[in-house]
């Protein structure tokens, strides 16, 4: 039995279409991290755009669901910012670091300047809520400003 010119050729076609299909149907590596990096510093930024303007609703929308709970209303939790997180109610400057997921959240680390100017490093808690991220919390501590 001899296979003929033409049959190698179009199985040979028919392996590249197939190839070709595959891969353009296939995830680009790190897109979806970059996605995830995308969506949460721009929810961050929301956030601390929101507070800037004194937008508190706004502010509100970007709180994840437990801290919804924990404060019951955006003037409490505006409040609670104001008094214990001066640098992210009104960040001078704000710069992205590294993200680290941790399964169900992923922490985000933000350097930020505060009115005085005092650097802070920033560890922002994100959860995701129905496709969307959320603030779940933020631990501050003093930048290590080096030598």
């Known amino acids: 039995m001899r296979i003929k010119r033409t049959e190698v050729r179009l199985g040979l076609m028919l392996l590249v279409l ?12 790190g897109a979806e991290s970059e996605d995830n990096d995308r969506a949460i510093h721009n929810t961050i930024l929301g956030q601390i755009e929101a507070f800037a ?5 706004a502010a509100w929308q970007y709180a994840s669901d437990g801290v919804r709970r924990r404060f019951g209303s ?3 939790f505006v ?3 104001r008094q214990t ?4 109610y009104r960040a001078s400057s704000i710069e992205f670091a ?24 920033a560890y922002y808690r994100m959860v995701r809520i129905d496709g969307e991220w959320k603030v779940s919390g933020v631990v501050m501590q003093p930048a290590d400003m080096g030598i």
């Open 98 to 121: 590294e993200r680290v997921p941790h399964g169900d959240f992923d922490i985000q680390v933000v350097h930020l300047s505060g009115p005085e100017g005092k650097r802070w490093d």
């Open 53 to 57: 303007n004194d937008d508190e609703a």
């Open 79 to 81: 409040d609670m910012v």
């Open 18 to 29: 197939g190839i070709t299909l595959l891969l353009m149907v296939s995830p680009v590596p």
């Open 74 to 76: 955006p003037d409490l």
């Open 85 to 88: 997180y001066p640098a992210v």
